[in-house]
């Protein structure tokens, strides 16, 4: 999954989320509704992100880190999932490869011969 401390630049990949025996996965699709449970900070407050919100934006984090920290499986991660017109928090395992990852890591995981 995109990686916390990256810009919105640097994060292109996208990362879909799918549900299979009993467990909820992210990998690489084509829409993006697995998201890693961190909310963005500012540098400097605005109108559309003033104190209040950047108040609240810091304690959400504090009790997403909490969370993280109690985690007692290192296979998985906690993730906002884009469920129609509201965000679901769960946690999440990767490593599955999907058809949206890039050629190499494909032909990895299903043992193909190089070109």
């Not at 509201?86 to 990895?108: A, C, M, Q, Y």
Request: proline share 2%; net charge positive; aromatic share 8%.
């Amino acid at each position: 999954m995109a990686d916390e401390g990256k810009s919105p630049e640097e994060g292109t990949k996208k990362y879909s989320w799918f549900y299979k025996d009993e467990r909820m996965h992210c990998c690489t699709g084509e829409t993006s509704t697995c998201t890693v449970s961190k909310l963005w900070e500012v540098r400097q407050l605005t109108t559309f992100h003033d104190v209040d919100l950047q108040q609240a934006t810091r304690e959400i984090n504090a009790i997403l880190d909490g969370v993280r920290k109690r985690n007692r499986y290192q296979d998985r991660k906690l993730c906002f999932i884009q469920v129609k017109d509201r965000h679901f928090l769960v946690w999440s395992t990767e490593g599955l490869v999907g058809p949206n990852d890039d050629d190499r890591t494909i032909r990895k995981m299903l043992r193909l011969k190089a070109k």
